[in-house]
Every structure is written in C-alpha cells, then in structure tokens.
C-alpha cells in the first residue's frame, strides 16, 4: 500500500529547502505528497518559491494520510499556537503514525505538549521553547524519537527527507 505524507507550510516565508528537499526525496521513494496550508491560493517561501497548497489544513483527514510533517522558515510561527495544528499533531502520535517538524517549527510540536521527555531538536533560536516544553534538547541536525523527528534547519533538509523515508517505509 502506498504511503502518504503530508507537508504543512506557512502562508508566508516557509522555507524553501525545507520544503522542497523533503517532498523530492519522500516522492523519489515512492511516497504521495500532498501539501497543506491556511490558504489554497499561491504561496511563498523566504527565498521566492511560489507553491499552490492542495488543501487547507482544516481539510487534513489523518486516518488518510502516514506522515505529518511540518515546514520550518519565520512563517511558520503562524502554527506555533494553532489549536488545528495541535490537534493534528496529537492525533498523528497518538496513532502511531509518523510526525515532524523542521527548523522552527519543533515549537509546534513542543507547544502541543508533545515532546515532553522526547529527545529533540530545533533551529537554535527555539532550543529555550523546547527545554521549556520539557524536551530533551540535543542540537542535532536531525532527530528521531520514536515516531517523531525534528530537523534544525535549512542544513538538515536532505537528513531530515531520507529519515522521513526511513519511519514511512519501514
């Protein structure tokens, strides 16, 4: 059966890499992507990139999809107290089913009260928020906790992707 991620950016300034990396290496493996945002209308990262989300985020049905993985970049702070946001994320630990975060975006994670004695990491400006949240902070590029990953940033894009496609496909 064919897994399915999918990708959640901002409506402004997600960043580019931390997009676009993950979506090419999880589709090279054979994974559907479909992205997510607050809007359908075109989107834009921090470096130009113009992308057209597939559905909202309210539109996310978890039981369709393997993996929820949230794109990192300034905007993505849009989601860092997002109650739909939380809510899908819950739900996707909570049954078992993959759930990641890079860059900034850790910190939606961390404010759901999800990585609460997780080992975790996050871009450096949001290693406090973390530690605050009762994370197990590492500063790796990339991190896995059971069924959760976080990536630190741009950097880390490639490891984050090819770990997204090491929980999927295993």
Request: glycine share 12%; aromatic share 6%.
């Amino acid at each position: 059966m064919k897994k399915r991620a999918v990708l959640v950016i901002a409506e402004k300034d997600f960043r580019d890499e931390e997009y676009f990396h993950p979506k090419r290496i999880l589709e090279e493996a054979g994974v559907e992507v479909v992205t997510a945002s607050t809007t359908t209308t075109e989107v834009s990262g921090k470096l130009g990139a113009k992308v057209e989300p597939d559905l909202l985020i309210s539109q996310i049905e978890p039981e369709a999809y393997d993996g929820l993985i949230f794109v990192g970049g300034g905007g993505s702070e849009q989601y860092f107290n997002d109650p739909t946001a939380h809510t899908l994320a819950k739900n996707f630990i909570t049954t078992g089913k993959v759930l990641a975060a890079i860059c900034i975006a850790p910190v939606i994670l961390a404010r759901a009260g999800l990585l609460s004695g997780k080992r975790a990491t996050v871009y450096i400006d949001g290693a406090e928020e973390l530690k605050k949240s009762g994370a197990v902070y590492t500063g790796k590029a990339v991190e896995t906790d059971g069924r959760i990953v976080t990536g630190n940033g741009p950097e880390a894009a490639g490891d984050f992707g090819r770990e997204l496609v090491r929980l999927l496909t295993e």
